[in-house]
Structure formats: structure tokens, C-alpha cells
């Protein structure tokens, strides 16, 4: 499924046009993007400005293994 989010201010004109566009594209849907504001984005409350603050960012990849790769074996 494919959704073709449409920015509130130009829904009025932008929506009608891409559901006409994609009306025959069954994976495609056409949406209104609902959002008031960016959840993620600082300036929030103080509670949130609190949590942030002690939010530590981590690397969450698996740390390589010092040394040399071992050779292959051929069969």
C-alpha cells in the first residue's frame, strides 16, 4: 500500500486532483495529513523538555570484532 500524503494547506486543491490521478491505482491512497504539529520536535512541554535532557542516543549497531576475518575455506 502506498499513501500519497496531502499537506492540509493544500488539501482544498491537491486532494480532489491526485484521487481523480490514482482512482484506478488500487495500491496508491490518497490522504490529508492530520498532524498539528511534529511530535519529535522540542518545545514541547516540561515534562518532555525533562526527558530529553536525560535521553541518551545510542549507537544500537553490534560492535565489530577487532582483529583479522579468518580466510574461507574452499570446497
Known sequence: MIYCVVPKPLADDLY?????????DENVTVIVERRESDRRAR????????????????????????G?????AHG
Open 43 to 66: 518545545g514541547g512541554s516540561p515534562v518532555s523538555d525533562e526527558i530529553a535532557q536525560r535521553r541518551t542516543i545510542r549507537d544500537r549497531r553490534r560492535a565489530r570484532v577487532a
Open 68 to 72: 583479522d576475518a579468518l580466510p574461507l
Open 16 to 24: 480532489p486532483k491526485l484521487v481523480e490521478y490514482y482512482r484506478d
